[in-house]
C-alpha cells in the first residue's frame, strides 16, 4: 500500500470508521503522496458506482408475513391434533377394554383397529421417503 | 424501530405468541429483501430465502441473547440462507431477471434517455461483476456498499472479528476492481 498507511487503514478511512487523529494522521499522508491520492480516488470511484447501483425493490412485491406466519403457527395447530386425536384414542381403548363385551369380539375388533393403524402407519412412512429422496422437491417453477 | 419495543416484541415472541413476530417481520422484510435480492441477484430466491429465514430466526428465537440487537442477529441468519441456497441446487446468482423486477430510483426519469442509458449499462457492469467476485466478496460489499453496514454491525452479520472487516473490504474491493478492469479490456 502506498506510503505508511496500511490497507485496512484505508478501508476505514474511505468508509469513515477512523477515530480524528487516525482521520488527521492518513490525510497527512494523503497530502504528501500522490500514489495515495490515486489509491483513494479508484476506491472512491468505486464507491460512487455503487451509489448508481443502489436500488429499491418493487413495492408490487407481496410481503412474506402471510407465508412465514402460516410456517410458524402450523406447528401449534398440528400439536394440538395429535394431543386431541392421542386423547380420544386412549379414552376409546379404555372404554373398549373395560366393556362387558365377549372376549373373542374384543381381540377380534382390537386386530382390525391395529391392522388398520399399520397400515396407515406405513404409507404415510413411504409417502414420507418418497418426499425426502425426491430430487426435485425444491424445484418450484 | 425502538430497541426497547424492539425487545418487548423479541421477548413476547420467546414465550410463543406469534402475533407479537408481525411488526418484527415488516420492520425487517424490505432491508432483507434488498439484502437478498444483492446476494443471491433474482427477486424470486430472494423472497424465499428471505422467508425461510425468517422462519429460522422465529424457530430458534428461544437462544436468542435479549442483551443484543435483533437485526444483525436476523441478517447473520439471512445470509447463511442466502449461502446454503446458493451452495445446494435450489438457486444460483442470476441477475438475468433483476432489472424488470426492481423499480427504478427516484429521478431516473428526469435524467433523460441517454443518460439513463449509460448508468443501466454501468449497473450492469457492476452486476456482473459482483457475480465473478464470488459470494464471500460480495457479500461483505453488499452489506457495506448497499445497506450501509457499520464494521461492528458487518462483523456481526459476517461473525469475523471486527479487525477482519477492513482487511476483508479490501481484498474484495481490489477483486471487484481487477474484474471491472478485465470486463472493460474485453468490451472495448
Known amino acids: 500500500m502506498a506510503g505508511r498507511v496500511s490497507s485496512d487503514d484505508l478501508m476505514r478511512y474511505l468508509d469513515g470508521e477512523l477515530s480524528p487523529e487516525e482521520r488527521s494522521r492518513v490525510e497527512a499522508e494523503l497530502r504528501a503522496s500522490t500514489e495515495l491520492q490515486r489509491e483513494v480516488a479508484i476506491y472512491r470511484g468505486l464507491k460512487a458506482d455503487f451509489q448508481e447501483l443502489s436500488f429499491h425493490p418493487s413495492t408490487h412485491h407481496k410481503s412474506v408475513w402471510d407465508r412465514v406466519n402460516t410456517r410458524v403457527t402450523r406447528p401449534i395447530g398440528w400439536l394440538s391434533v395429535v394431543a386431541g386425536v392421542a386423547v380420544w384414542m386412549t379414552y376409546g381403548v379404555y372404554v373398549f377394554a373395560t366393556s362387558p363385551v365377549d372376549p373373542w369380539e374384543k381381540l377380534a375388533t382390537g386386530a382390525v383397529a391395529i391392522g388398520i393403524l399399520m397400515l396407515f402407519a406405513s404409507v404415510i412412512w413411504e409417502r414420507y421417503r418418497e418426499w425426502d429422496e425426491d430430487p426435485y422437491r425444491g424445484v418450484h417453477r | ?188
Open chain 2, 1 to 188: 424501530m425502538q430497541p426497547e419495543l424492539e425487545r418487548e416484541l423479541v421477548r413476547k415472541c420467546k414465550s410463543g405468541d406469534a402475533k407479537f413476530y408481525e411488526p418484527l417481520v415488516r420492520a425487517y422484510e424490505p432491508v432483507g429483501l434488498r439484502l437478498a435480492i444483492a446476494m443471491m441477484g433474482n427477486v424470486e430466491d430472494a423472497q424465499d430465502a428471505l422467508q425461510e429465514a425468517f422462519i429460522k430466526t422465529y424457530d430458534t428465537l428461544h437462544r436468542f441473547d435479549l442483551r443484543r440487537p435483533f437485526g444483525p442477529w436476523f441478517f447473520q441468519i439471512l445470509r447463511n440462507q442466502c449461502r446454503d441456497m446458493l451452495r445446494s441446487r435450489k438457486a444460483r446468482f442470476n441477475i438475468e431477471a433483476l432489472d424488470e423486477k426492481v423499480d427504478q430510483r427516484p429521478g431516473d426519469a428526469e435524467r433523460g434517455p441517454e443518460r439513463t442509458r449509460q448508468r443501466n449499462a454501468a449497473r450492469e457492469l457492476l452486476w456482473k461483476g459482483l457475480e465473478r467476485i464470488g459470494t464471500e466478496h460480495r457479500e461483505i460489499l453488499v452489506l457495506k456498499e448497499l445497506e450501509g453496514f457499520r464494521y461492528g454491525e458487518i462483523a456481526q452479520i459476517l461473525e469475523i472479528p471486527e479487525g477482519t472487516v477492513a482487511s476483508r473490504l479490501f481484498h474484495a474491493r481490489h477483486a471487484l476492481r481487477e474484474v471491472l478492469l478485465a470486463m472493460n479490456a474485453e468490451s472495448p
